[in-house]
Each structure stands twice: as structure tokens, then as C-alpha cells.
């Protein structure tokens, strides 16, 4: 058996054991995409990359056996950070059709992850099925689209109802500001119905200060 200490946890688990396996039995969970028990190998996303002491780079846990007397940190600035470039990178080459996929309604992992770390992709306008003569803000209602992340479990506008901004505000919300500009709607009307969801978040001050310009 071999001894290895996770996140200050000690287990004892046998020799080739995966830290991945370990932290698993110690209760500890480590985020994975790629990784499927007993059919892929994993190491391909890196998205469960931990820190081993003594060794400089971060190492892919779902491959990467233990040894006696390994001490291993899952969570750590470094190991977040690296985990939000693992979830842009995919972003970027990902087709965002959140409304219309198969794992919508709370089963996708990458948007489970995505939310953790606060990845953000694009605003929810840039996916509404709504004609020009139905968008609610060409009609004159407070639709918070512009400016609210993609990638939410709502119906909201694929059922006819207004994004209200359950998922937060993206923080990059310039062409957003300029829409709601364009449409005549109020900085203290688009704040109010924001803060529901996002009121105290540093997000929300970032976008307080984006509508204030």
C-alpha cells in the first residue's frame, strides 16, 4: 500500500492508484471533462490538474499515480487559474447552442464548470430565437439579454418571457450598455432589475460602473 496526503487528508491506497481514485475515496472532489472511469485514459483537458509537492508543474490527476508520501493540494490561485484557461480555451472553440442542446436543464458539465470558475461566453441575445418584431426591447420591455451570460437553465426567451439575468452579467458589457442606449431604457431601470440576481457581486459593480460611462 502506498501512503499519499490530499488537501491534509492521509490515505493509504495501492500501489498505480490514480490521485484522481484517491482523492475520490477520501471524499474529495476534483473537477474532470474528459475523464470517463474505465474507458477514457483522460490527460487530454487538464481540467483536474492538482499540485504535487516537490514537483513544478501541475500534473493531471486522473493519470498521474501516487507514491509513498505524496502530498498533493487540489485547490489552490494557481491551480483555479489554470482550470479557468482549461474552460476558455474550450470556450473558444465551442459552439454555444445552450438552448438547443440535449444536456440543457441542469446536465452539462462544462456549464456546471463554466459557472464555478465564472467563465463567460457570450450574451444570451446572441442565441434568442426571437424575431425582430418580438424582441422585447423592440417593443419596448426591459429584456436583460444584452448583457447576461449565455448558458443558463431558463426558458425565458425560448418560451416568450424576458431574460431577467439569472446567469449574471458578462463582464465585458459594452456593446450591451450601447443597446440599451439605443432602445432608450434608463441606467437606474436596467441596475434595478439587475441586482435581483447579481446585486453585491463584484460583477455587478463592474457592470454598474460599465452603465455609469
Known sequence: ??????????????????????????????????????????????????????????????????????????????????????????????????????????????????KEYWVEGLPVCNECKLSPEACYLNRGILCLGPITQLGCEGICTTHGYSCQGCRGPIRHAEDGVKAFERYGFKVEDVLWAARKYSGGSRHFDELSRSLAK
Open 1 to 114: 500500500m502506498t501512503k499519499v496526503t490530499i488537501d491534509g487528508k492521509q490515505i493509504d491506497v495501492p500501489e498505480a492508484t490514480t490521485i484522481l481514485d484517491a482523492a475520490e475515496k477520501l471524499g474529495i472532489s476534483i473537477p474532470t471533462l474528459c475523464y470517463l472511469k474505465g474507458i477514457s485514459p483522460g490527460s487530454v483537458c487538464r481540467m483536474c490538474s492538482v499540485e504535487v509537492e516537490k514537483v513544478a508543474r501541475l500534473v493531471p490527476s486522473c493519470s498521474y499515480p501516487v507514491s509513498e508520501g505524496m502530498i498533493v493540494k487540489t485547490e489552490s490561485q494557481r491551480i483555479r487559474a489554470a482550470r479557468r484557461m482549461v474552460l476558455e480555451l474550450i470556450l473558444a472553440n465551442h459552439a454555444q447552442k445552450c438552448q438547443s442542446c440535449n444536456l440543457k436543464g441542469g446536465q452539462c458539465e462544462f456549464l456546471k464548470l463554466s
